[in-house]
């Protein structure tokens, strides 16, 4: 063992398992790990609120199919924080999040110190799968592996590790513990087996797909190919099976055509999805005794639907066993179709206002696209099923919990996991307002990331919601905001565009240039007049 600080430990623990980025913000409480990271290989990316640095994280964690870092210090930045930890509990995705805490000799009765707060362990422990508080220098290294091992292990969710402030310059004889290799879980081999039998003799199979399953794209395909069967794509989902395929209905299981395929069907195969109400928005779809689900998570098993048959186990692996089950089957291109022209038709509906903007993005996206959504109108109506991904992970968007100001920080995160990607943020311009310092965050890591914002004057979706209502329109103008200004003010380009044909355009010189680009576009909607 080994003399370190415990702001060594810390980092070295970090290295040992694989980190390659922290996002956060130093603070008087945190000195110590900031000095470790600067003599470590680790890349400090510097945020402008602890907000930003979580959602940054989480696009990170997304797009590198590896938990994403977070380091604040104490009290209010943990705090700041929180909404981005509770959308990674939301959307299942890794996210470490470690903060100094009160020192070890602190009475705890609201003394007036620096950052004190009633109880920050409870406060994020609200919002996380755990947080844990370590008692020594020592224990450093252990809970990293501890948290690395759950974030890793069955259903992806965020940590949070407090390390009390005088620990992180103590110094002790320190073990750094090495990862903890996790074993795909495989189902039953009975449930299997009765999983296939009822697949292989289904004339009409469907497949739901979530983003439980982004690992296991490969897996999803040849599952889908051997049934011939269409496959419907959640928010999150998204991308798991590239939309030009021929078996791709398309995304936005809320869609009336959506329903109609899985009313019609005989088996329903649902992989990595919560089934949850904020994907099918108007109620549930009774699938009876025709559906199967694949899950890592026992409980979400019988979350919103009880299946005919639970498939305990990790999708990629329970995908590969289900493939080598299944006979050929040819059926299903031409049910695809038909479905695929019935949601493109229902989405068009929704998304009219935005199939123009749609349209002019189309053509920027390619295999190595992300594209980083917010929670718009312009995302989830224009987007979710109006703007075809071609990859996993292709679609970051903040279901559930739905935070405004995700998509910028995110978009940072993505980029920044895979430096040759194309990745965008699709931003609403009251959601920008929310993360926007982040562009000077994004300036200075030198990233080409066009942020297309889509302006209404305003929270259109409340403004129609009060106007649905009978209401005054109150507080909902947002006035007018020099965009691309700000933009420049922080360091990036920054372009207004008065013709939507532009767009394509605009974006492609983006992606070729040596920093960001904010790139306004004014909406015509029920919600900008």
């Not at 609200?126 to 069955?154: K, N, W």
């Not at 074993?183 to 469907?206: I, Y």
């Not at 395909?221 to 269409?230: F, Y």
């Not at 496959?231 to 109609?260: C, F, I, Q, W, Y």
Request: glycine fraction near 10%; charged fraction near 15%.
């Amino acid at each position: 063992m080994t003399m370190r600080s415990g702001g060594q430990a810390l980092v070295d623990a970090l290295v040992a398992h694989g980190v390659d980025t922290v996002f956060g913000i130093p603070g008087t409480h945190n000195l110590a790990a900031f000095a470790a990271l600067a003599a470590s290989p680790i890349r400090t990316v510097l945020t402008r609120h602890e907000q930003g640095a979580g959602y940054a994280a989480d696009g990170y964690a997304r797009v590198a199919g590896r938990p994403g870092v977070c380091l604040t210090t104490t009290g209010p930045a943990i705090l700041n924080a929180l909404a981005a930890a509770a959308q990674a509990w939301s959307d299942s995705v890794p996210v470490l999040f470690i903060s100094p805490g009160m020192s070890t000799g602190h009475p705890g009765r609201g003394n007036g110190l620096l950052h004190e707060v009633k109880d920050q362990h409870a406060a994020v422990e609200a919002v996380v799968a755990y947080s844990h508080r370590v008692g020594s220098v020592a224990e450093i290294p252990l809970a990293v592996t501890y948290a690395f091992s759950a974030m890793t292990t069955g259903r992806p969710r965020p940590v949070h590790i407090e390390i009390p402030l005088d620990l992180l310059d103590a110094e002790a004889e320190v073990h750094i513990v090495a990862p903890v290799a996790p074993r795909p879980v495989e189902p039953d081999t009975a449930a299997l087996a009765d999983a296939a039998a009822r697949l292989a003799v289904a004339a009409e199979p469907v497949l739901i797909v979530g983003g439980g399953a982004k690992g296991a794209a490969t897996q999803v395909r040849t599952v889908a190919e051997h049934l011939d069967a269409p496959v419907l794509m959640t928010a999150n989902g998204k991308g798991v099976l590239d939309e030009a395929h021929p078996l791709a209905v398309g995304s936005g299981v809320h869609h009336p055509a959506a329903r109609a395929l899985l009313v019609s069907a005989d088996a329903v195969l649902a992989i990595g999805t919560e089934l949850a109400p904020s994907d099918f928005w108007y109620g549930p779809v009774d699938l009876g005794d025709k559906l199967i689900r694949v899950d890592v998570d026992a409980a979400a098993m019988v979350t919103n639907a009880d299946p005919a048959v639970r498939l305990l186990g990790d999708a990629s692996a329970t995908l590969a066993l289900l493939a080598g089950a299944l006979p050929a089957i040819a059926a299903g291109t031409s049910r695809a179709a038909q479905a695929r022209e019935r949601l493109r038709a229902d989405a068009a509906a929704e998304g009219g206002p935005w199939l123009d903007i749609m349209a002019a993005l189309a053509p920027t996206i390619d295999v190595r696209t992300v594209v980083a959504a917010d929670s718009n109108m312009a995302s989830y109506y224009g987007a979710l099923s109006n703007l075809p991904v071609h990859r996993p992970a292709g679609f970051l968007y903040p279901t559930g919990v739905g935070t405004l100001g995700y998509g910028l920080p995110a978009a940072l995160g993505a980029a920044l996991a895979e430096t040759d990607s194309r990745v965008m943020a699709l931003m609403g311009d009251g959601g920008i307002m929310f993360t926007m310092p982040e562009l000077a965050a994004a300036a200075q890591q030198g990233v080409a990331l066009p942020v297309v914002v889509v302006d209404n004057g305003g929270y259109g979706e409340i403004r129609n919601e009060m106007d649905d209502r009978g209401e005054p329109l109150t507080a909902v103008a947002l006035g007018g905001v020099d965009f691309p200004g700000l933009a420049r003010a922080m360091g990036c380009h920054g372009v207004t565009i008065t013709e939507v044909s532009e767009l394509t355009g605009a974006v492609e010189t983006a992606f070729a240039a040596d920093r960001p680009t904010l790139i306004h576009v004014r909406e015509h909607s029920r919600a900008s007049q």
